[in-house]
């Protein structure tokens, strides 16, 4: 056996301009004990993993100077170089991620000189004029942001002046991305850029504290005035299809979480949006700064990608927990589903089908989180029999057998999320009640999903969702030669990854219950009849391919979970009339 060799880090070195360098001599002591002479060693070395050894000393060494209770000129001057060297650093490389977190330790003594510092240079990254560098910037930006306590400080101190440079930024790319129309590998990197300072925007009013509060108290702040050019930008995004569908998404949440920043009083946020989706805004009760930046989503032919984007938006930018938004976020979130729906029927486009098939399952994840504490009107339309969940399934079954994995595995989402969803608008005293015929909806459903042909792949991802809500006792109360019949289709290559994951599903489910009901062993009994005795007639009676897929996928899945069924299965193939395919058994079993 060939020993794999070990994967070496790959680090590149920093390095910092001649200025800073000439610096780092001037200040370094003769024994080369301070904090420049260490600086100087790092730099001069070559080697990336190297130089992160000499970063995890700077703090220590500093420890060593705070004894002493001075910040001298020496300190400030490698304080001010450490700052340009975090912002020099790629954002991918090791040292800035080691930069950072060694610097969060840094002494509160001195923490205001090198705020200062990380302040400045922040500031000379911020006024980059270079089209072509702002990407850097962007990054820059990003990564004060990503638990860094001083880059956040400093990124506080210039709020303003970083929302002005991303609103800036946004611009000229999106207009030098137009400039090369047809040049796909500049359009390419442009775009991508776009993306990025869209996600920083959004990430910006997440973490930062200071545009939850004074900065938007004055509409006419710059950064408020910066707020709304942002807006305006995603609003403009969000309806340019000629930009990568992936930068329309993020623009609907970016528009949906400043509108949740800026627009006030926030209990007529859920109203607001739900006029957006609708169509249906009214001119004069929205505010003006809103109309300006948003008024191409005010009107009636908002185009079906903008909608779709402002849904997912909505979905994941409001807050769903515990029914926060009162009434009006229940009438929001049924108002989403069904324009949903509508754009269900509209939508041909695939990339639009994907993200609506994720889109709808995102909505059944906030309609559990609002269903967990919601008012009975809230349950009424959301039950098992509701009109909006048989449209939901009727999304499934239309779509399980999609091309696409990525869909097929939404539409396992949604259905999963349907039978919670049920669960949740039900009484304490139905949820307690274990006839499955008590429950009409999840009776009806087993039975249409036991009824449809095995040929169909949706069913069994479907009856495994079951399972896990109802336990596979009770669906085996309505269908006991069950597991016989999913063992039979296990002569068709394209059925058995499908079969043999439900029947796992089910003999653990099984086993679980069992054990969990017995006072002895007898249980295994049960288990074995149900489970291992259809198992042994295919492989004493099956076909061929039956056999060998039974062999390959079911046997090892079944013995995984209950290893005490070998010894079973050899007694029963021992005194089997078929001995020969006993003994080919017995001997793969052991062997």
């Given at each position: 056996?060939?020993?794999?060799?070990?994967?070496?880090?790959?680090?590149?070195?920093?390095?910092?301009?001649?200025?800073?360098?000439?610096?780092?001599?001037?200040?370094?002591?003769?024994?080369?004990?301070?904090?420049?002479?260490?600086?100087?060693?790092c730099?001069?070395?070559?080697?990336?993993v190297?130089?992160?050894?000499c970063?995890?000393?700077?703090?220590?060494?500093?420890?060593e100077?705070?004894?002493?209770?001075?910040?001298?000129p020496?300190?400030?001057?490698?304080?001010?170089?450490?700052?340009?060297?975090?912002?020099?650093?790629?954002?991918?490389n090791?040292?800035?991620k080691?930069?950072?977190?060694?610097?969060?330790?840094?002494?509160?003594?001195?923490?205001?000189?090198?705020?200062?510092?990380?302040?400045?240079?922040?500031?000379?990254?911020?006024?980059?004029?270079?089209?072509?560098?702002?990407?850097?910037v962007?990054?820059?930006?990003?990564?004060?942001?990503?638990?860094?306590?001083?880059?956040i400080?400093?990124?506080?101190?210039?709020?303003?002046?970083?929302l002005?440079?991303?609103?800036?930024?946004?611009?000229?790319?999106?207009?030098?991305n137009?400039?090369?129309?047809?040049?796909h590998?500049?359009?390419?990197?442009?775009?991508?850029?776009?993306?990025?300072?869209?996600?920083?925007?959004?990430?910006?009013?997440?973490k930062?504290?200071?545009?939850?509060?004074?900065?938007?108290?004055?509409?006419?702040?710059?950064?408020?005035?910066?707020m709304?050019?942002l807006?305006?930008?995603?609003t403009?995004?969000?309806?340019?299809?000629d930009l990568?569908?992936?930068?329309?998404?993020?623009?609907?949440?970016?528009?949906?979480?400043?509108?949740?920043a800026?627009?006030?009083p926030?209990?007529?946020?859920?109203?607001?949006?739900s006029?957006?989706?609708?169509?249906?805004?009214?001119?004069?009760?929205?505010p003006?700064?809103?109309l300006?930046?948003?008024?191409?989503?005010?009107?009636?032919?908002?185009?079906?990608?903008?909608l779709?984007?402002?849904?997912?938006?909505?979905l994941?930018?409001?807050?769903?927990?515990n029914?926060?938004?009162?009434?009006?976020?229940?009438?929001l979130?049924?108002?989403?589903?069904?324009?949903?729906?509508?754009?269900?029927?509209?939508?041909?486009?695939?990339?639009?089908?994907?993200?609506?098939?994720r889109?709808?399952?995102?909505?059944?994840?906030?309609a559990?989180?609002?269903l967990?504490?919601?008012?009975?009107?809230?349950?009424?339309s959301?039950?098992?029999?509701?009109?909006?969940?048989?449209?939901?399934?009727?999304?499934?079954?239309?779509?399980?057998?999609?091309?696409?994995d990525?869909?097929?595995?939404q539409?396992?989402?949604?259905?999963?999320?349907?039978?919670?969803?049920?669960?949740?608008?039900?009484?304490e005293a139905?949820?307690?009640?274990?006839?499955?015929?008590?429950?009409?909806f999840?009776?009806?459903l087993?039975?249409?999903?036991?009824?449809?042909?095995?040929?169909?792949?949706?069913?069994?991802?479907?009856?495994?969702?079951?399972?896990?809500c109802?336990?596979?006792?009770?669906?085996?109360?309505?269908?006991?030669?069950?597991?016989?019949?999913i063992?039979?289709?296990m002569?068709?290559q394209?059925?058995v990854?499908?079969?043999?994951d439900?029947?796992?599903?089910?003999?653990?489910?099984?086993?679980?219950?069992?054990?969990?009901?017995?006072?002895?062993?007898?249980?295994?009994?049960?288990?074995?009849?149900t489970?291992?005795?259809?198992?042994?007639y295919?492989?004493?009676?099956?076909n061929?391919?039956?056999?060998?897929?039974?062999?390959?996928?079911?046997?090892?899945?079944?013995?995984?979970?209950?290893?005490?069924?070998l010894?079973?299965?050899?007694?029963?193939l021992?005194?089997?009339?078929?001995?020969?395919?006993?003994?080919?058994?017995?001997?793969?079993?052991?062997?």
């Amino acid at each position: 056996m060939v020993a794999k060799k070990k994967k070496e880090i790959q680090v590149t070195a920093l390095t910092i301009c001649h200025q800073d360098l000439e610096t780092l001599r001037s200040l370094a002591d003769v024994e080369g004990k301070n904090l420049a002479s260490l600086l100087l060693r790092c730099v001069q070395l070559t080697d990336g993993v190297s130089q992160i050894h000499c970063v995890k000393q700077i703090v220590p060494l500093l420890e060593e100077a705070d004894k002493n209770g001075t910040c001298d000129p020496t300190i400030r001057s490698c304080l001010d170089i450490l700052a340009g060297i975090y912002l020099s650093l790629s954002l991918k490389n090791p040292l800035k991620k080691v930069l950072a977190s060694s610097l969060n330790c840094l002494h509160e003594f001195f923490l205001t000189e090198a705020i200062q510092s990380f302040t400045s240079r922040l500031q000379e990254e911020l006024n980059t004029t270079d089209v072509y560098s702002y990407r850097k910037v962007i990054d820059n930006i990003s990564s004060c942001m990503e638990n860094f306590n001083l880059g956040i400080t400093s990124v506080n101190n210039l709020l303003e002046n970083v929302l002005h440079f991303l609103q800036k930024s946004l611009i000229e790319i999106s207009e030098e991305n137009r400039k090369f129309a047809g040049n796909h590998l500049v359009q390419t990197q442009l775009m991508n850029d776009l993306m990025v300072g869209i996600r920083v925007s959004v990430t910006l009013v997440q973490k930062t504290q200071g545009l939850q509060g004074t900065h938007l108290a004055i509409s006419s702040s710059p950064a408020w005035r910066s707020m709304c050019g942002l807006l305006s930008i995603f609003t403009r995004f969000l309806n340019d299809d000629d930009l990568l569908r992936t930068i329309q998404s993020t623009s609907g949440l970016a528009v949906i979480l400043f509108i949740k920043a800026m627009f006030h009083p926030p209990e007529k946020i859920p109203d607001l949006i739900s006029s957006l989706l609708l169509r249906s805004v009214d001119y004069e009760s929205i505010p003006e700064w809103f109309l300006n930046s948003c008024r191409s989503l005010c009107c009636a032919d908002v185009s079906e990608s903008a909608l779709l984007f402002l849904c997912q938006g909505t979905l994941t930018m409001l807050d769903w927990q515990n029914g926060r938004m009162g009434p009006s976020g229940e009438a929001l979130l049924l108002d989403t589903v069904r324009v949903l729906f509508t754009l269900s029927s509209q939508i041909k486009e695939s990339a639009l089908e994907m993200f609506l098939s994720r889109i709808l399952a995102s909505w059944t994840n906030s309609a559990i989180c609002v269903l967990e504490s919601s008012s009975p009107s809230l349950k009424d339309s959301l039950n098992g029999n509701s009109s909006i969940i048989k449209r939901l399934l009727e999304y499934v079954y239309t779509h399980w057998e999609h091309p696409l994995d990525a869909l097929r595995h939404q539409t396992k989402i949604i259905f999963r999320n349907i039978l919670q969803m049920h669960q949740l608008t039900l009484k304490e005293a139905e949820l307690d009640k274990s006839d499955l015929a008590a429950d009409h909806f999840i009776f009806e459903l087993t039975q249409s999903l036991l009824r449809l042909e095995w040929h169909i792949k949706g069913k069994y991802i479907c009856l495994g969702c079951l399972v896990d809500c109802i336990g596979v006792e009770r669906i085996l109360a309505l269908a006991k030669t069950i597991p016989s019949q999913i063992l039979e289709v296990m002569g068709d290559q394209s059925l058995v990854p499908y079969a043999s994951d439900l029947l796992e599903i089910m003999f653990k489910n099984h086993k679980s219950h069992l054990k969990s009901q017995a006072v002895d062993s007898t249980w295994i009994d049960k288990w074995h009849e149900t489970w291992v005795s259809p198992l042994l007639y295919i492989l004493c009676e099956g076909n061929l391919d039956q056999k060998s897929y039974v062999i390959d996928y079911y046997l090892p899945k079944l013995l995984n979970c209950n290893p005490e069924s070998l010894s079973y299965m050899v007694k029963i193939l021992q005194t089997s009339a078929d001995a020969k395919t006993g003994k080919k058994v017995i001997f793969f079993c052991l062997f």
